[in-house]
T-cell receptor
Framework: GAGVSQSPRYKVAKRGQDVALRCDPISGHVSLFWYQQALGQGPEFLTYFQNEAQLDKSGLPSDRFFAERPEGSVSTLKIQRTQKEDSAVYLC??????????????FGEGSRLTVL | KQEVTQIPAALSVPEGENLVLNCSFT??????LQWFRQDPGKGLTSLLLIQSSQREQTSGRLNASLDKSSGRSTLYIAASQPGDSATYLCNTDKLIFGTGTRLQVFP
């Protein structure tokens, strides 16, 4: 596609519900990143995929957070048993390697999660 | 662990001024540094990408420099306009973001 697409744009969940957030990266981009952005803060790294391999998940805040990218394209971030502190914007980005480095990062519009 | 700091945290200026936004990082072993702008309620828009072998990049009224040895990058905005009002973020190697500079340019 022309850009990174995320869905849903807005999600309201009751505390304890499970949610799934989807990211469609730019076609052909091998790298995919998830970030969490709280209000007034910069994005915080969650996890990183290269193709279908999850190379770094050090930023996932708890074992309630799980991400997958089974076919190396679309990715899903799943949050189980949501808590109020999970309320944030979840940003997805993709890139293609450039001259030995990670390349330019392109972001989606984000999914805003509100947990009541 | 890489730490990224942006100064100032906020800036409010009349239009027409030339601006300097600063980004400093603690680990100089980076592949590249990228500057973004973020409008309220939106995702991040890439402005400039500086690879480690480069010293600067320019796009229109924007110029970004990179000094790896001192762990600094600077974003220059020439002849600022109200449409430049946004939060500006720098990022190293995709993982670590600064907290941003919130810029307001008033007519």
């Amino acid at each position: 596609g022309a850009g990174v697409s995320q869905s849903p744009r807005y999600k309201v969940a009751k505390r304890g519900q499970d949610v799934a957030l989807r990211c469609d990266p730019i076609s052909g981009h091998v790298s995919l990143f998830w970030y969490q952005q709280a209000l007034g803060q910069g994005p915080e790294f969650l996890t990183y995929f290269q193709n279908e391999a999850q190379l770094d998940k050090s930023g996932l805040p708890s074992d309630r957070f799980f991400a997958e990218r089974p076919e190396g394209s679309v990715s899903t971030l799943k949050i189980q048993r949501t808590q109020k502190e999970d309320s944030a914007v979840y940003l997805c980005a993709s890139s293609s390697p450039l001259a030995g480095g990670p390349g330019e990062l392109f972001f989606g519009e984000g999914s805003r999660l509100t947990v009541l | 662990k890489q730490e990224v700091t942006q100064i100032p945290a906020a800036l409010s200026v009349p239009e027409g001024e030339n601006l300097v936004l600063n980004c400093s990082f603690t680990d100089s072993a980076i592949y590249n540094l990228q500057w973004f702008r973020q409008d309220p309620g939106k995702g991040l828009t890439s402005l400039l990408l500086i690879q480690s072998s480069q010293r600067e990049q320019t796009s229109g009224r924007l110029n970004a420099s990179l000094d790896k040895s001192s762990g600094r990058s600077t974003l220059y905005i020439a002849a600022s306009q109200p449409g430049d009002s946004a939060t500006y973020l720098c990022n190293t190697d995709k993982l670590i973001f600064g907290t941003g500079t919130r810029l307001q340019v008033f007519p």
